[in-house]
């Protein structure tokens, strides 16, 4: 499906159905034709509220404002309705009074996230009909609202919504195909894109590096370990920007066994190292102005003779050792080790993602990132930049009394906290004894144990995996290069 715009109106072209925004209610816009058809129909324009007038070929959606995620909901719920026809092309005017470019980027991010599907494992197919959405910049009234400020917002919204179904076919992936071998290897393939280089380590590297807390969540597995690192490196690049992200390709607990109910969707633990990769693509096919690096450790979380124990003491790369409470809290263990390599890098800003904890669940829902750190500004700027992104976030706040909660009487830290209160905050300072002193303030954790993998269709995203992560991070990458060139 691809994206195109026209400085024509929206009469003058040729299309099988046409969106119409009811915007504010106002029944009296010029696109809106069928105004009494629609009052006979009991259409309230509502948000997200949609009537096809299948006779016409017009599908009136309403919209509350012009506000980003307005526009997104509005955008999928026609392309909802749209994919089940036989249209092979659909147009869509631009409203005045807009910022110019912003609508038509979160349109063209909403048409490509909402008209996704996940396919791999049907033995029938049912691809995707349409072909063209034309945006005609119809309404626009503002004189700097050029046709190539509109053909850039296109691009940018195209390439951060493919990021982002990158990402979600990884984790769609069932556990058997996407191994951390083969999640390597589809690493390894960015390497096509321009100034992108791609390192692949296994568990002789591990070894070498003394990465003890990652090799013990490995041993029980049959497939070997994987530490992706992947390098993004434009130019004069301004700044250099470390990501790192779980890569569990499945999580049975371990001995720590799971129970059956919980162990379903496990393949979604690898949530985080999608997400880098998702990021570190969609940053490089934008060209933006850093240094990026995605770190990934894979594994499998498994069981059998092999496998490390409650009671074992471990000692990570930075030489600290801890005492296993439970081996269902192992990606803190793969991250302690990759956060130390990643420090390494004297990154400006130093990014984990990680499907972490189920009590990120209990305390914000399905739908939510947790964002933790030492410093607020940084926590703020991210997370105003999600705003933006259509994803929601909210942060927890560390504490000394909680910190108490990881002490072991036989190791420097338990992987546990004692009694399992704020076990969201616990695993975040946890991983924050991997953080190197310097970096502490260029640090942030994302829990992304809700949103990551969610079980029923939920705004423009699907039923399973949702990208969660990516478009947060590049809106905010993004928004931290305009604020560099003002
Ligand atoms: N991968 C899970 C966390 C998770 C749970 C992600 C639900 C997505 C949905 C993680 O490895 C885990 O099992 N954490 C334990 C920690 C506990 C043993 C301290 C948990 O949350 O129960
Ligand atoms: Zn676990
Ligand atoms: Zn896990």
Redesign the pocket.
């Known amino acids: 499906m691809k994206i195109v715009v026209e400085n024509k109106k929206i009469d003058d072209v040729k299309a099988d159905i046409k969106i119409v925004f009811v915007l504010n209610k106002d029944f009296n816009h010029k696109w809106v034709e069928d105004k009494k058809t629609l009052e006979f129909l009991g259409f309230k324009a509502k948000s997200e509220e949609c009537c096809f007038l299948t006779e016409k070929k017009i599908v009136y959606v309403g919209i509350d404002s012009l506000q980003s995620e307005e526009i997104r909901l509005a955008s999928s719920k026609a392309i909802n309705i749209i994919k089940n026809t036989n249209a092979k092309s659909v147009k869509i005017g631009t409203y005045a009074n807009e910022c110019p470019g912003v609508s038509i980027k979160v349109m063209s991010e909403a048409f490509i996230l909402g008209s996704y599907s996940f396919q791999e494992y049907k033995t029938k197919k049912d691809p995707l009909k349409l072909e063209t959405i034309t945006i005609c910049l119809d309404d626009y009234s503002k004189p700097n609202a050029s046709l190539e400020t509109a053909k850039k917002a296109v691009k940018v919204g195209t390439i951060i919504a493919n990021s982002t179904n990158y990402a979600k076919d990884l984790v769609n992936t069932i556990p058997h195909d996407m191994t951390s071998v083969e999640l390597a290897k589809v690493a390894q393939k960015l390497d096509k894109i321009d100034n992108v280089t791609c390192k692949i380590y296994d568990e002789n590297f591990l070894k070498e590096q003394k990465m003890g807390a990652f090799l013990a969540v490995n041993r029980a597995s049959h497939i070997p370990p994987r530490l992706i690192h992947l390098i993004y490196k434009p130019k004069n690049a301004k700044k250099k920007f470390v990501y790192v992200g779980k890569g569990?390709t499945y999580?049975s607990?371990g001995l720590?066994l799971?129970p059956s109910a919980?162990m379903v969707?496990?393949k979604?633990?690898m949530g985080g190292g999608a997400a880098v990769l998702g990021i570190l693509k969609g940053a490089a096919q934008i060209g933006l102005p850093y240094e990026i690096h995605a770190i990934i450790g894979a594994t499998e979380?498994s069981i059998g003779p092999e496998a490390y124990k409650p009671d074992d003491v471990l000692v990570a790369k930075n030489g600290k050792t801890i005492e296993i409470g439970?081996t269902?809290?192992?990606?803190r263990l793969v991250l302690a080790d990759c956060l130390c390599y990643a420090s390494e890098l004297k990154p400006d800003y130093l990014i984990d993602i990680a499907?972490?904890?189920?009590?990120c669940?209990v305390a914000f829902g399905e739908y939510t990132t947790a964002v933790m750190g030492h410093s607020c500004n940084l926590k703020n700027s991210l997370m105003s930049s999600a705003v933006e992104s259509g994803e929601l976030t909210g942060t927890l706040p560390f504490n000394r009394y909680l910190k108490e909660q990881l002490k072991s009487p036989i190791a420097d830290l338990s992987n546990?906290?004692k009694n399992?209160w704020g076990?969201t905050i616990t695993?975040g300072m946890f991983l924050d004894n991997f953080v190197e002193d310097n970096y502490k303030d260029k640090w942030l954790h994302l829990d992304i144990?809700g949103p990551?993998?969610v079980d029923k269709n939920w705004g423009y995203n699907q039923c399973g995996a949702s990208g969660a992560g990516v478009r947060m991070n590049l809106y905010w990458m993004i928004d931290q290069s305009k604020k560099e060139d003002n």
């Open positions: 569990l999580d607990g720590s799971k919980s969707s496990m979604s633990d979380n439970n269902d809290a192992e990606g499907t972490l904890t189920g009590a669940v546990i906290g399992g076990g695993a144990a990551a993998f």
